[in-house]
């Protein structure tokens, strides 16, 4: 089953502009990661945040996670065509992964 | 640095027909493997992991099975494909236990006709 759920399904922005992408899980984890996979591609993790974490930055990535709602939410700043791919998000428990559905991002030039 | 390899890229097999998919992490040793598949449209599903040579765990019962022979190699089987077997297979592996990022291999995208 699937224990993370993205939100939306599909986003299409201007490039320069922000894209958030939410995640919601359902039951306790250790950490939650993000992860990108271009087309046809393997999977590039992006970010890591930890149960005890609530936001974290990594370059143009900020990832927060509000575990009294089980939910986090993926911001792209000053997005870039080249930032066009599906991105996952990853709940972590016992050393397992469970990935969501996807969110399919398109950064129009 | 640590490579993953995983072969072939893509695959074509008439249903009936056996499979082998082979995944090899090179620059590391007694890493976890796991074996994934992506359905299209849909996240990913674990299919198997491993902790060690001959360590198999199966998340998904199906007529798929795994081994791993060598400490850096990993082999996803089945002895008669199914049309639902069709999807994309994603290898992945972590250093150890503790280690949580996943690093993926670049795939291999099994058609089942």
């Known amino acids: 089953s699937q224990q993370g759920e993205e939100d939306p399904q599909a986003l299409s922005i201007q490039e320069g502009e922000n894209a958030t992408m939410n995640c919601s899980y359902k039951t306790s984890i250790n950490n939650l990661q993000w992860y990108r996979q271009n087309s046809g591609r393997g999977l590039v993790h992006l970010i890591l945040?930890?149960?005890?974490?609530r936001e974290k930055h990594s370059g143009r990535l900020r990832v927060t996670l509000d575990t009294s709602k089980k939910s986090s939410s993926l911001l792209i700043t000053a997005s870039r065509a080249a930032d066009t791919a599906s991105y996952f998000c990853a709940t972590d428990a016992n050393s397992k992964l469970t990935f969501g559905k996807g969110i399919t991002l398109s950064v129009r030039p | 640095s640590q490579t993953i390899h995983q072969w072939p890229a893509t695959l074509v097999q008439p249903v009936g027909s056996p499979l082998s998919l082979e995944c090899t992490v090179e620059g590391t040793s007694n890493p976890n493997l796991y074996w994934y598949r992506q359905a299209a449209g849909r996240g990913l599903q674990l299919l198997f992991y491993?902790?060690?040579?001959?360590?198999i765990s199966s998340e998904v019962p199906q007529n798929l099975s795994a081994s791993r022979p060598q400490d850096r190699q990993f082999i996803l089987s089945s002895k008669k494909l199914l049309l639902s077997d069709s999807g994309f297979y994603l290898c992945a592996w972590t250093p150890g236990t503790g280690w949580y990022e996943q690093y993926f291999g670049p795939g291999t995208r099994l058609t089942v006709t």
């Open positions: 945040i930890r149960s005890n974490e």
């Open positions: 491993s902790v060690g040579i001959g360590q």
